[in-house]
């Protein structure tokens, strides 16, 4: 498929791009967390069956996370110039990313309510926008990381964006150049 501008490459569910793009931000958040001494697990809840549901809601389960109850952190990666988006996202930076967390709170909501769990989408879209709930989460993870390690808060912000978006370039330039027709 001519994909002179890699829309296509990087939103394409075929050939793994997509997985571990997003299996990439999960592991990158995930050793921030352990630089937090945060407990947590990787991938809960994928045996639980709600009304014949197979999902999994939580990509990461912090157990103490928020008001004492565990967060179920679901990753998703979206674009902008997908054509359900595109309009709003013309006139709103992250309107694709917020419509994404409103996708997995209707996905997975229920499902954590009976667990007792808090879902927390941690959205962004595919040249780097976060949404807001995911902004909020990784501000409260870089206070942690920084109450931990006695660097400036504004240090560990920096350095826990930082980690995600080397994470999401190198995953986006991977899936471009898996699909590139001719590399010089």
């Known amino acids: 498929m001519e994909d002179p501008l890699g829309h296509h490459a990087l939103t394409c569910k075929s050939g793994g791009d997509s997985i571990f793009r997003h299996n990439s931000l999960r592991d990158a958040f995930w050793e921030s967390c352990k630089l937090a001494c945060i407990a947590g697990q990787i991938e809960a809840g ?35 110039l997908n054509p359900s988006t595109l ?17 997995k709170h209707v996905a997975n909501d229920e499902k954590c309510s009976r667990l007792g769990w808090v879902c927390i989408p941690l959205s962004v879209e595919t040249y780097g926008c976060w949404g807001e709930e995911a902004g909020r989460c990784l501000d409260r993870l870089a206070t942690r990381i920084a109450t931990r390690t006695g660097c400036p808060k504004s240090s560990a912000v920096s350095g826990l964006y930082g980690r995600l978006s080397i994470g999401l370039v190198r995953a986006n330039a991977r899936a471009l150049l898996a699909r590139s027709s001719s590399l010089s």
């Not at 549901?53 to 179920?72: H, M, Q, V």
């Open 46 to 80: 994928s045996g639980l069956d709600v009304e014949g549901s197979r999902t999994r809601p939580a990509d990461i389960l912090l157990p103490n996370w928020e008001f004492g109850k565990p967060a179920a952190l679901d990753f998703t990666i979206t674009s902008a």
């Open 87 to 103: 309009n709003e996202a013309s006139v709103m930076a992250g309107s694709a990313a917020s419509a994404a967390e409103v996708r």
